[in-house]
């Protein structure tokens, strides 16, 4: 396999994550348009959005068995153009019931898109012999600001969901469709000291520390996208419209921190790397949690972001390194405790903040972020990760 398609590799796969981060963001930020359109209660409304990550974790576990047989690559080509028709489908009908189909099978369809996403990110990481991880997901942010832009454009002119998603779908389908040609999986590159060997199966034991950490930065993620426009208006006493600027900063902090975060990751390795993101995500929400005003606590979800940053892209770079020999399946379940951290995060902030108060539910993200310091040893050092600065892309095989 030839050093240019391995980087053809490489782009298409990027815009595969930027594609998703616009769909994401185009379904997540039109909830109120989407509840209004189906008539879902209040009531009703957390056990659809509860639905989607579940049905996601099943999905990724599915996926495990299915790569197991044909490769990320194509399950990839086939589960991005589902997830962007299952948007399509959101915006398309009137009913209950068609809503919970739609919903259901965008849950489905994600679960198996993510796990197949990085299940390649992390293989072109090994054969490429230095962290480009980071990169990736940066794309997936890129996109998320472009479809929460988006979004925005369809709320201030009234658009209705079908007329807003149509038009997005309609480019983005063929581009990933197109893109998809130039998918590859890496082989085998440098790596550091393998939790099990080539071929062999996963010992959870070892896989846990980075199910805990991907589960708390899930925690905080989902912290701020739920809850910091309420926490700025309610308790800060900002108002509405400078209740929409903290996920805006988020989102844009956590572009550049992943924008330059390979470059941090190459220096000085990503435990230094996680380590530092995980400091600078707890000073975040402790700043939200004392701000005294409403830019202070703008400035808290600015930092949040740039820390929060690194950590998910580089827990599934682990576990790839963890079991070199059965990275696409340790992947697949550590992309669980993704959906776990979210279903977590926005209730666990909700009750505590109704139980005591919204400042002091802050502390405990705070706190869960932290503890990732004392995790960060098990992303290992620089130089056995990435074979000692070999940075040579290695042969790959098509997915």
Not at 9 to 18: D, E, K, P, Q, T
Not at 142 to 149: T, V, Y
Not at 241 to 265: C, I, K, Q, S, W
Request: with cysteine; charged share 10%; aromatic share 10%.
């Amino acid at each position: 396999m030839t050093d240019a398609r391995l980087r053809r590799g490489r782009g298409s796969l990027a815009v595969s994550f930027f594609v998703q981060g616009v769909t994401f963001a185009l379904l997540v930020t039109r909830i109120p348009a989407i509840q209004d359109r189906y008539g879902i209660s209040d009531g009703l409304l957390p056990v659809f959005l509860a639905a989607v990550p579940i049905l996601a974790g099943v999905a990724s576990v599915a996926t495990e068995k299915v790569v197991a047989r044909v490769g990320p690559a194509v399950v990839l080509r086939w589960a991005q153009p589902f997830v962007l028709l299952a948007l399509l489908a959101v915006g398309v009908g009137s009913e209950l019931w068609a809503a919970a189909v739609a919903l259901g099978l965008f849950g489905l369809a994600v679960g198996a898109l993510d796990a197949s996403m990085n299940m390649l990110g992390v293989s072109l990481q090994r054969a490429y012999g230095r962290s480009i991880m980071l990169g990736f997901h940066a794309s997936y942010s890129l996109g998320g600001i472009a479809g929460a832009s988006l979004a925005w454009v369809g709320a201030h002119w009234h658009l209705s969901l079908f007329a807003s998603y149509l038009p997005v779908v309609a480019v983005l389908l063929p581009v990933a469709f197109v893109g998809s040609r130039w998918y590859v999986a890496g082989g085998d590159g440098p790596v550091e000291e393998a939790g099990e060997s080539r071929g062999s199966g996963i010992a959870f034991k070892l896989l846990l520390p980075l199910c805990l950490v991907m589960t708390f930065a899930y925690i905080g993620d989902s912290t701020v996208s739920n809850w910091s426009a309420k926490y700025l208006q309610d308790v800060l006493g900002s108002s509405e419209e400078l209740a929409t600027v903290p996920y805006n900063a988020y989102m844009v902090t956590t572009l550049l921190g992943r924008a330059v975060g390979d470059f941090g990751v190459r220096r000085l390795g990503a435990a230094v790397v996680v380590r530092g993101g995980a400091v600078l995500g707890g000073l975040g929400f402790a700043l939200v949690a004392v701000a005294p005003g409403a830019w202070a606590g703008i400035a808290g979800f600015t930092v949040l972001g740039l820390g929060l940053s690194v950590i998910v892209p580089q827990t599934f770079a682990a576990a790839g390194r963890l079991f070199p020999g059965n990275s696409d399946a340790a992947v697949a379940r550590l992309n669980v405790f993704n959906y776990v951290g979210f279903l977590v995060g926005s209730p666990l902030v909700g009750a505590l903040g109704d139980a005591w108060s919204y400042r002091g539910a802050m502390v405990v993200p705070m706190a869960l972020v932290l503890v990732t310091v004392v995790y960060a040893t098990s992303f290992g050092s620089r130089e056995a990760r990435y074979g000692g600065g070999h940075e040579r892309p290695r042969t790959v095989d098509v997915g």
